[in-house]
């Protein structure tokens, strides 16, 4: 008996233990885990440097609150800042803590500015921004948001692709664009560079905002810290959390000095957003996932596992559809639902999680080894010539 409310749909399994990229079940089986909590463990389980990371700040001091100066997480903005558009820096907790606070920044910059009336955003229909109250009305979903009227105004939605009604949707009380580099839960659809470098000029001539949420995309995820770094555009205000941590929560909003300058003392705030516990692992994260180094192997483990995708594609055209994806953030769209895929793939042991449009989310960690992408493919070949 569990008294855990039913909001989640578990699969059957617990693990005790985990190393890099795999898992362990108390009588011993072990599982190559490509969901890595959602994108999270960038690093795999149990990376040695974040163990030392926690163990050593954790006989120093956990948590003082933001009424008090925070080296560790004066040191880490000071690297995001330094790898990225951002010139500023507030940290969270979690993804959608994030994106609401992104959403802030955008509103109050409006307003410091004497135009209070512009505060809508304007986002993606069925994206996918986080559960809280606001968020789940700016995702657009009704899946997501039955239930919990009232909605929440503010928030207008154009269809991935319409760039029509994209434009036609952009009026003069539009505070900004919101969207994913990368939509995640949405079915691992990218947005390619050129619709990027498009939504950015777009947002220029309009004079409004783009908030681009790499929660799921960001910290290495697509072979570049950033998804967007690829199409070269800089967005006004990006909110991250998944992959900085490590595994550890955390959530930040990285935004310009222009749009910084709107959150005044007292605009905004957080408890545990950035203490230094977590600050503490999220240095250690950016100083492994930031390196030029790291990232470019992440670029070609990428490649070699797409190619490899594409070729079980060829070999099984009755069940994939379609390969998707950037860096280690793939999908496998299948033409049938993918629930049996799944379970399958788990009784080879691998783990792998859903996403919409009938898509397999593959999130190996960025430290994912060659030879385990190979056994991976071998479970998924394995599984498709049983669906035959
Ligand atoms: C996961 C996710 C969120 C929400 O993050 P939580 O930590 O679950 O609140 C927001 N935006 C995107 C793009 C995500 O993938």
């Known amino acids: 008996m569990s008294f855990l409310v039913k909001n989640y749909n578990r699969k059957k399994i617990a693990f005790i233990k985990g190393k890099g990229s795999y898992l362990y079940t108390a009588n011993g089986n072990k599982y190559l885990d490509f969901v890595q909590g959602i994108a999270v463990n960038c690093l795999g389980h149990s990376h040695p440097k974040l163990i030392k990371t926690i163990k050593d700040q954790s006989k120093k001091v956990w948590h003082v609150s933001n009424a008090f100066i925070i080296p ?72 997501m948001s039955e239930g919990f009227g009232p909605k929440v105004p503010g928030f207008d939605h154009f269809v991935f692709g319409d760039h029509k009604s994209l434009k036609k949707k952009i009026t003069k009380n539009t505070a900004a664009i919101m969207v994913e580099n990368i939509m ?105 996932v930031s390196s030029r180094k790291f990232l470019t192997n992440v670029k070609k483990l990428s490649k070699y596992f797409l190619s490899n995708l594409n070729l079980l594609k060829i070999k099984h055209p009755k069940v994939i559809k379609e390969i998707r994806g950037r860096g280690l953030l793939i999908g496998i769209q299948l033409f049938k639902d993918q629930t049996k ?48």
């Open 72 to 143: 560790e997480g004066e040191r880490l903005a000071k690297k995001l800042v330094k790898k990225t558009f951002a010139d500023y820096v507030m940290f969270q907790n979690s993804g959608a803590e994030a994106t609401e606070a992104a959403i802030k920044v955008a509103r109050r910059y409006f307003y410091s500015i004497g135009k209070p009336n512009k505060n809508r955003i304007l986002c993606v229909k069925n994206s996918f921004h986080g559960r809280t109250i606001a968020a789940i009305f700016a995702s657009g979903s009704k899946k």
């Open 184 to 288: 995640g839960e949405g079915g691992i659809k990218v947005i390619p560079d050129f619709c990027l470098r498009e939504l950015r000029k777009l947002c220029n001539k309009k004079k409004i905002l783009l908030i681009a949420d790499s929660v799921q995309d960001g910290v290495g995820r697509s072979g570049d810290f950033f998804a967007f770094e690829q199409s070269k555009i800089k967005p006004d205000i990006v909110p991250i959390a998944k992959g900085i941590g490590g595994g550890f929560p955390i959530g930040a909003v990285l935004m310009n000095r222009k749009v910084a300058a709107g959150m005044i003392p007292g605009t905004h705030g957080s408890t545990f957003g950035g203490n230094p516990l977590a600050m503490a692992v999220g240095n250690t994260v950016m100083d492994i």
């Open 341 to 388: 895929f799944i379970k399958k793939l788990m009784d080879n042991k691998l783990l792998t999680i859903r996403a919409a449009e009938n898509v397999i989310r593959i999130l190996p960690p960025l430290n994912v080894k060659k030879s385990e992408i190979n056994q991976a493919l071998k479970i998924i070949d394995k599984v498709c010539a049983s669906l035959k």
